[in-house]
């Protein structure tokens, strides 16, 4: 059974801050999901990787697979990233972390 | 091209009923998941089904629940007798091929289902 363990649990960040939400696992894997979540809404698939690092906008994703850890990074934060961060591993099916809470104050 | 579309977004059941929801996968998915998401809890997989055929339910209560995926239409995730512990936020996700195969996977809004 694999665990997913997400760091921190809730971040309160001043807007233009850098931001980095961690991820860890406990077995092997074949990609990693990170997903977003607005408070009574739907889930958006933001990244899926597999190796190396991915960049969409003001948002960066890492993984290392011999370390089983994954960042979520976001640049320039904005309160309109205030949202829940989620990290989900697929290796036979997908395993979920609890979630970041994270708040941009103006 | 229409997202995953749930249906309804909110329902409400007294303690006994049914509660049934809905999925349409996107246009061109054969795959469907649904997964639980209970108050202050991360996301629980329950069952995954393509075109007429449940492939993974482990993730499902033996009892009151099913989930179908008709050669027609949506799938279909019931629950019978609903109990309390049933309120919940249940999302439905679909992808063109099983997701380790691709990794693609795309999200629906929703059902949050309360049971009073």
């Known amino acids: 059974k694999n665990e997913v363990e997400q760091s921190p649990q809730n971040l309160t960040a001043q807007e233009g801050e850098f931001i980095t939400i961690n991820c860890s696992y406990s077995?092997?894997?074949?990609?990693l999901h990170w997903l977003q979540q607005h408070p009574g809404g739907g889930i958006v698939s933001l990244f899926m990787l597999s190796s190396g690092k991915k960049k969409h906008g003001r948002l960066i994703a890492t993984i290392n697979i011999q370390e089983k850890h994954s960042s979520l990074h976001i640049t320039a934060s904005h309160p309109r990233d205030s949202a829940v961060y989620i990290c989900a591993v697929l290796s036979y099916q997908l395993t979920f972390g609890k979630g970041t809470k994270l708040s941009v104050i103006p | 091209n229409a997202g995953v579309m749930q249906n309804p977004r909110h329902l409400v059941r007294r303690r006994g009923q049914e509660a049934r929801l809905r999925c349409s996968p996107m246009?061109?998915?054969?795959?469907v998941y649904w997964y639980r998401q209970l108050p202050e809890e991360g996301l629980k997989f329950m069952v995954y089904l393509q075109k007429e055929n449940i492939i993974d339910e482990s993730g499902m209560p033996k009892e009151r629940f099913s989930a179908e995926f008709p050669k027609e239409g949506p799938s279909i995730l019931r629950i019978q007798q609903v109990v309390r512990g049933d309120s919940a936020a249940y999302f439905c996700?679909?992808?063109?091929?099983?997701?380790?195969?691709?990794?693609?996977?795309?999200f629906g809004e929703g059902s949050r289902l309360t049971v009073l």
């Open positions: 246009k061109g998915h054969s795959h």
């Open positions: 996700a679909s992808s063109p091929a099983r997701t380790g195969d691709t990794g693609e996977l795309f």
């Open positions: 077995v092997g894997i074949s990609a």
